[in-house]
Nanobody, 120 residues
Framework: QVQLVESGGGLVQAGGSLRLSCTAS????????MGWYRQAPGKQRELVAV???????NYADSVKGRFTISRDNAKNTVYLQMNNLKPEDTAVYYC??????????????WGRGTQVTVSS
């Protein structure tokens, strides 16, 4: 009922930057929150950053000061600007959206993920 399409991953050297984007579409009445999670090989998926409907943002301690999350509500799109990337940021990054559907049911959706690789 909700589709999330991610883009912007890739290979970058340490210290470089990447910008991820994720657009939600489908039977959306209101987006309550959109955010990014990541999962490195052999590790659990972890929160990177989330933007709530009030445009407040929360970040993992490991990315504070380097990553910035932003939203374009008119486009149902969330961005993650990643600066000063480190090899430990290497992971598959997943978009997440918490949505109130037009049917008034709550829905949580995930994107397919985009690979971010940071070389040392």
């Amino acid at each position: 009922q909700v589709q999330l399409v991610e883009s912007g991953g890739g290979l970058v050297q340490a210290g470089g930057s990447l910008r991820l984007s994720c657009t939600a579409s489908g039977s959306i009445f209101r987006i309550r929150a959109m955010g990014w999670y990541r999962q490195a090989p052999g590790k659990q998926r972890e929160l990177v950053a989330v933007s709530t409907s009030g445009n407040s943002a929360n970040y993992a301690d490991s990315v504070k000061g380097r990553f910035t999350i932003s939203r374009d509500n008119a486009k149902n799109t969330v961005y993650l600007q990643m600066n000063n990337l480190k090899p430990e940021d290497t992971a598959v990054y997943y978009c997440n959206a918490q949505v109130l559907l037009q049917s008034r049911y709550e829905n949580t959706s995930w994107g397919r993920g985009t690979q971010v690789t940071v070389s040392s």
